[in-house]
């Protein structure tokens, strides 16, 4: 083969390698050393040696690439040679770009695997490869994709080797034929649990773990010796830590404003974003791999986001409900909007359902409600003696529930042992024996769960008497509520209700209590929180004995059918309170 009397016999050599051809065990100097020596066989001249390592073909916009043009533009060769029609481009749009950039310079490009010759079959066999090589790219990422949700879904393997903070990854040894394994590194899970530990015991918000945190000198695995808040939100929020680890949770895309302006990347879809809830793939981990108790990383979401609504930044006046109203109409929540030196509050969604309320309005009737409910404990009370009553109910039909499930698993096994003699005087095979078994050990499998599921709900519906401890913790509230200042009814209410459902006439406000698990109460102590204020304690941070997040009962207050819900060491209620006109 001889070159054209126009190139002189001066060559160029391009080779590629992508990254995962690397992790492959393909080199880029195996190529470079195939060109060579096939240049050298027919006489051409070596000008230059082009080699993008690491890049993929599906980009146009490679550095060495683009200096192949360039010099291509300068006469410096009259050849290119590339070992396969795919090392050049495995996009054919992008083939026939670059081959005809080259060409149009009075490069000839030859590829080292066809025949070198000007003709319109080559051209066609060459456009035909590179559809190939584009619907083999294709393929080889589908079957990746495919490989890794089957190892997620179906082996329930944990896929990653940049593990989160707190753990280690042991790397996948495939001369052993082992998987990858996540550790518990113990170092940092200590740290872990005492970043959780601060915002659950103690309701400190990310900035404030993020400063205790540097103060400690607690260092970050890698970067800066100090820590970022995004670096302690993501290992807040991370549910990993409670022993479910998620995957398919972003997705990559080409970032909108991109701060680094670079020529080349490597990946055009540098920058991901959060996917739909609905499309994450949960992976239960192990109970060794638990660093956090699941209640705990619940107590802490719930916290944050607490901690969120109520934060007091850019904050020019202080509404007394801030982020407690929610609107009736959709479910929204109800912001603060100053007009003409007067303040009102407002969805946030401007649905327009519900009209704007001035805030006075709805603080004093809200308050009202709150204060004739702590200063009358016996109406939140006398509430106890009816839910005793529905729980009873609700335990009796419970009873029944569950002698009929003992009487559905009795009659299976009648059924059991009358497949076996069946199968013993030759009236079923061995193959029917075998489906029919299947399907009842599937039906008791379902039953003795449904059972289990009855006598769990039976033993946690069994109540305390908790009514002296309504009324205890009231009568210590009544005592001092009346001297509550704006920050002070404000802490109160952030304590005691939990949501103020407006819609337009009435404020429904659902609101809790603490109890202690045997009925007794003891007055609260002056033990000072971060929030607490400096006269001696503040009301809605004290503590009655039993109460808290270490009683094991479920206490529930008589909520509508449709919003029953319960809350651990607290009794639940709902305040129904008009709200007067006028509304605008």
């Keep these: ?342 303040f009102y509050y407002r969805c946030i969604k401007r649905c327009k359902k519900i009209p704007t309320v001035q805030e006075g309005t709805l603080n004093k009737a809200v308050w009202t409600a709150v204060e004739k409910a702590v200063l009358n404990p016996n109406l939140i009370a006398d509430q106890v003696t009816k839910l005793n009553q529905k729980k009873a109910k609700d335990v009796s039909k419970m009873g029944a529930a569950v002698m009929d499930t003992e009487q559905a698993l009795l009659q299976i096994k009648n059924e059991e042992a009358r497949l076996i003699e069946a199968y013993r005087l030759e009236i079923l095979s061995a193959a029917q024996l075998g489906r029919e078994l299947e399907a009842i050990k599937l039906r008791r499998t379902s039953l003795d769960r449904s059972r289990a599921d009855l006598s769990e709900q039976a033993h946690t519906w069994s109540l305390p008497p908790i009514k002296r401890s309504v009324v205890d913790y009231c009568k210590v509230v009544a005592q001092r509520l009346k001297s509550f200042g704006p920050e002070q009814r404000q802490r109160f209410l952030r304590f005691l209700v939990r949501e103020i459902v407006f819609d337009g006439g009435t404020a429904r406000i659902k609101a809790v209590i603490p109890i202690s698990s045997d009925g007794r109460a003891k007055k609260p102590g002056a033990e000072k929180t971060e929030s607490a204020s400096e006269d001696g304690g503040d009301i809605a941070t004290t503590k009655i004995e039993g109460c808290g997040r270490n009683v094991t009962s479920v206490f529930q207050g008589l909520l509508p059918a449709s919003e029953d819900r319960t809350t651990d060491g607290y009794f639940a209620f709902e305040l129904v309170q008009p709200v007067p006109r006028p509304i605008t």
Excluded at 86 to 101: E, P, W, Y
């Design 1 to 342: 083969m001889q070159a054209n009397p126009t190139n002189n016999g001066r060559a160029a050599l391009y080779a590629r390698v992508s990254t995962e051809e690397q992790h492959e065990g393909q080199t880029i100097e195996s190529q470079v050393a195939e060109l060579t020596r096939f240049a050298q066989e027919r006489g051409w001249e070596i000008k230059g040696i082009y080699k993008d390592e690491g890049w993929s073909g599906s980009l146009l916009a490679r550095p060495e690439l683009d200096r192949l043009r360039d010099d291509a533009s300068k006469s410096l060769f009259g050849l290119v040679l590339i070992n396969d029609v795919d090392r050049l481009a495995r996009d054919v749009t992008h083939l026939g770009v670059i081959k005809r950039d080259l060409e149009r310079h009075g490069v000839q490009v030859i590829f080292r695997k066809l025949p070198a010759e000007q003709s319109p079959t080559h051209n066609l066999m060459v456009n035909i490869l590179g559809s190939f090589a584009e619907f083999e790219r294709e393929l080889i990422a589908d079957r990746t994709r495919r490989g890794k949700r089957y190892r997620v879904e179906v082996r329930k393997l944990y896929l990653g080797s940049i593990p989160p903070y707190g753990f280690r990854y042991i790397r996948k040894d495939r001369a052993a034929g082992k998987d990858g394994v996540l550790e518990v590194d113990p170092e940092e899970a200590t740290v872990v649990r005492q970043m959780y530990a601060w915002v659950d015991e103690e309701g400190l918000s990310a900035r404030k773990v993020l400063e205790r945190l540097n103060r400690m000198r607690l260092r970050p695995r890698k970067g800066s010796t100090k820590w970022a808040k995004s670096s302690v939100l993501r290992v807040l929020r991370s549910e990993i830590y409670a022993g479910v680890w998620h995957y398919y949770k972003f997705e990559a895309c080409v970032p909108k404003n991109s701060s680094k302006a670079l020529k080349y990347r490597k990946s055009l879809k540098s920058s991901r974003r959060l996917r739909s809830r609905n499309e994450w793939l949960p992976v239960p981990l192990a109970d060794a791999l638990r660093i956090v108790p699941r209640d705990r990383w619940q107590r802490v979401q719930l916290q944050l986001d607490r901690n969120r609504t109520f934060s007091p930044r850019n904050e020019k006046h202080s509404y007394l409900l801030k982020g407690l109203v929610r609107c009736a109409g959709c479910s929204a929540r109800y912001v603060g909007q100053p007009c003409h030196g007067k």
